[in-house]
């Protein structure tokens, strides 16, 4: 199974609080075969209710945890994107929705750094 943006996501948050999946799961009372399927990418619906319960223990700021119930949506979104934007607290949510949305020919792919530069310019342009 492939990793996606949505376990990346939750796997990142996690490991910033220094949890392991059992204390993640004993915290947030979601079973922690269920948050290794999630962050393997094995199953990629958590229920608004599982994310609630995940993101109190977790405690995450306001942003990430927009970001993570946007990728309970959007599971596939590209993992080096998700990563780059959690690592990177200046980028803006809606610049990272709209960059997620951003298709490309071929295998011709911008960093994820260049990708949200682009995105950051057009914000700015409007």
């Known amino acids: 199974m492939p990793v996606t943006g ?41 229920t608004s209710e599982t994310l609630t319960k995940l993101l109190r223990a977790l405690k995450a700021p306001e942003r990430d945890a927009s970001i993570l119930r946007w990728l309970a949506d959007h599971p596939n979104t590209w993992p080096d994107l998700v990563e780059y934007t ?6 803006e949510f809606d610049h990272f929705v709209s ?23 057009m914000y700015e342009e409007e």
């Open 99 to 121: 960059a997620s949305a951003t298709s490309f020919r071929g295998d011709a792919r911008p960093t994820p750094e260049a990708l949200l530069a682009r995105i950051k310019r």
């Open 6 to 46: 949505l376990g990346v996501a939750l796997k990142k948050l996690r490991e910033r609080r220094t949890f392991s999946q059992r204390e993640l799961g004993e915290l947030s009372e979601v079973d922690n075969a269920y948050i290794y399927r999630l962050e393997t990418g094995e199953k990629v619906n958590p």
């Open 86 to 91: 959690l690592d990177t607290p200046e980028v």
